[in-house]
């Protein structure tokens, strides 16, 4: 059975390589992306290869992460993207992702708390 594969989008590598790991435990396969624009990048090229969305807000970039979610969704219709904030932590945001995915808002993606610092 093929694992469904998430598309993590975090600048700051201990966060992001902290919330891979909690995910692959959890059964997802997990694809990392350092911005943006690479995860624009990788959700053009592989089209419907990504089931989830998961992105950090992305301030100062070019590709922000409003605009990754409305990409999503065009790309894979009925699934939802996941703009995180910075007060959840990686076991909170695969518990989350294990729940049935729901059909995204019209609008923004919704929004839910994100990892928490590493200290």
């Known amino acids: 059975m093929r694992r469904e594969?998430?598309?993590?989008?975090?600048?700051?590598?201990?966060?992001?390589?902290?919330?891979a790991t909690v995910l692959e435990g959890?059964?997802?396969?997990?694809?990392?992306?350092?911005?943006?624009?690479?995860?624009f990048a990788r959700l053009r090229m592989e089209r419907g290869g990504i089931d989830r969305l998961v992105t950090?807000?992305?301030?100062g970039a070019h590709v922000c992460a409003a605009i990754l979610a409305d990409e999503f969704r065009s790309l894979r219709r009925g699934r939802?993207?996941?703009?995180l904030d910075r007060s959840v932590s990686p076991g909170e945001v695969a518990a989350m992702l294990q729940r049935p995915a729901r059909a995204p808002a019209a609008s923004a993606a919704p929004a839910i708390p994100a990892l928490r610092d590493a200290a």
């Open 26 to 39: 959890a059964g997802f396969a997990v694809v990392q992306a350092t911005s943006g624009e690479e995860a």
């Open 56 to 59: 950090a807000p992305l301030a």
């Open 80 to 83: 939802e993207a996941v703009v």
């Open 5 to 19: 594969r998430v598309l993590i989008v975090e600048g700051e590598r201990m966060k992001r390589e902290l919330l």
